[in-house]
């Protein structure tokens, strides 16, 4: 029988492991099956009281067993997304905004487990993490984001901590690539940015718009073979613009006005918008971007359905642009 003590001690640790486990497979659903898995682990290896007692630090067994799980998960994960229709993009985590609120920092509800710096929030880390082979991607978010040592990621990877070391350390390098959209905006700056996208898409002005993207700035959009989305990403701001500039206006010929919000989407800034295909079908789109240098470097669409059931429908009241 599983003790209230047992429970009490995961549920104090859940919102880390949620956290832990969603940057390591890009998709909040799999991350709740990884966390719930660690649960039954748990609670099946150390339900007896002497089995708990020979464990020191519960924090390091838990993180250790999930992150096991989601190396599994990863490398059959990587199967199924050589086959999926189109640009893939991760399951966002869509969370409410408010003007003058508390800066976002991910998942952990405690500050004392906020390890994730916000240069290590966003759509934009997930996308790159795709780079990555599932051990590079394990050995990366347990020590770069979560400050695990090497020592303990060597046990997930079953290898060594040297090898594990060069594991995140041709991770970082993919990371930290030239081509890989940078997100190190602030709160403020998030804002001043987003709004004027939203202020130059909404009057049509190609000039602004290029003007608020970065040069190498990538677009992808990710429709399920539900929606229609560009197959590969578009790169470079005036692709870009033109790209969005032919999206809104299709948009506002919809049936139905486009409505957004601003959200925090994966702890940045974002948008959920709503409209009408001309088909009769209601499309939501959650968009995620990262913002360096007062500019756009990176837009990520998601459209899928499948992706984004989790979402209320937008307040009858929002408006596009959206209220800042």
């Not at 893939?88 to 800066?103: D, H, I, N, Q």
């Not at 994730?116 to 790159?128: E, I, P």
């Not at 290029?210 to 470079?236: C, E």
């Amino acid at each position: 029988m599983v003790t209230v003590d047992l429970v009490a001690e995961f549920e104090a640790e859940r919102g880390r492991l949620t956290a832990l486990a969603h940057r390591m497979l890009g998709s909040r659903s799999e991350a709740e099956d990884a966390v719930q898995e660690t649960w039954l682990r748990y609670a099946g290896a150390l339900a007896d009281p002497r089995s708990r007692a020979e464990i020191r630090h519960l924090g390091g067994w838990l993180t250790t067993t999930c992150a096991r799980i989601c190396l599994d998960v990863l490398r059959s994960a990587r199967v199924r997304r050589e086959t999926y229709p189109g640009q893939w993009l991760p399951e966002p985590v869509v969370t409410p905004w408010s003007a003058g609120g508390p800066e976002p920092d991910g998942f952990a509800p405690d500050p004392a487990d906020r390890a994730v710096r916000r240069d290590r929030l966003g759509t934009a880390l997930l996308v790159v993490l795709e780079r990555l082979s599932p051990e590079q991607r394990v050995a990366f978010v347990l020590h770069d984001v979560f400050a695990v040592p090497f020592a303990r990621v060597a046990e997930v990877l079953a290898s060594t901590p040297e090898a594990a070391r060069q594991l995140a350390s041709r991770a970082r390098r993919a990371v930290t690539a030239t081509d890989a959209p940078r997100h190190t905006a602030g709160p403020a700056e998030q804002r001043e940015v987003l709004a004027a996208f939203a202020a130059a898409t909404e009057s049509g002005d190609l000039d602004a718009l290029v003007r608020i993207l970065a040069p190498d700035v990538v677009l992808i959009g990710d429709g399920g073979g539900h929606f229609p989305a560009a197959r590969r990403p578009v790169v470079g701001a005036d692709p870009v613009a033109r790209f969005l500039l032919g999206l809104f206006t299709r948009a506002g010929r919809y049936g139905q006005r486009l409505r957004a919000e601003p959200v925090l989407v994966d702890g940045v800034l974002g948008l959920y918008l709503e409209t009408v295909t001309p088909d009769g079908r209601p499309l939501r789109m959650v968009t995620g971007f990262a913002v360096h240098d007062g500019r756009i470097s990176g837009l990520f669409n998601q459209l899928n359905p499948d992706k984004l059931h989790r979402l209320p429908a937008l307040d009858p009241a929002a408006t596009w642009p959206p209220r800042w």
